[in-house]
Nanobody
Framework: VQLQASGGGSVQAGDSLRLSCAAS????????MSWFRQVPNEEREFVGAIKGNGGSSFYADSVKGRFAISRDNAKDTINLQMNRLKPEDTAVYYC???????????????????WGQGTQVTVSS
C-alpha cells in the first residue's frame, strides 16, 4: 500500500491543523493506521493510531485530549485533527499502515510496514 500525507504547515501556538493521509492499494480497512512524528536527531515518536474498523483509537499521552484520529474506509483516508497546538508539537509527521498489530505493539514503529513521505508541522510560540 502507498501512503500520501498532506496538510502540514506553520501555525501559532493554540491553533488547529488537520493532517490527512491517503492510501492506495487493496484492503485498506484491514490495516491499522497510525501517525508518528520525528524531530531531527531524535527517534520517531508515536502520536496515535486507529484500528481497521475505526472502533478503537490510541494516543500518546502528550497529545491525548488535543488530537483526534479518524478514518474513512470508503475513501481510504485517515485524518489527524490537531487542536491547541504547542511548540513541542513541531515535527515531521508520518502516517503508517500495518496489519495484525496487537494492541501492545501499536505504539512501536517496528509494527508498521508502510510509511508515507512525511509532512512538516511547525508551531511557533
Amino acid at each position: 500500500v502507498q501512503l500520501q500525507a498532506s496538510g502540514g504547515g506553520s501555525v501559532q501556538a493554540g491553533d488547529s491543523l488537520r493532517l490527512s493521509c491517503a492510501a492506495s492499494g487493496p484492503s485498506f480497512r484491514t490495516y491499522t493506521m497510525s501517525w508518528f512524528r520525528q524531530v531531527p536527531n531524535e527517534e520517531r515518536e508515536f502520536v496515535g493510531a486507529i484500528k481497521g474498523n475505526g472502533g478503537s483509537s490510541f494516543y500518546a499521552d502528550s497529545v491525548k485530549g488535543r488530537f483526534a484520529i479518524s478514518r474513512d474506509n470508503a475513501k481510504d483516508t485517515i485524518n489527524l485533527q490537531m487542536n491547541r497546538l504547542k511548540p513541542e508539537d513541531t515535527a515531521v509527521y508520518y502516517c503508517a499502515a500495518g496489519r495484525t498489530i496487537i494492541n501492545s505493539a501499536i505504539t512501536s514503529d517496528q509494527a508498521y510496514n508502510y510509511w508515507g513521505q512525511g509532512t512538516q508541522v511547525t508551531v511557533s510560540s
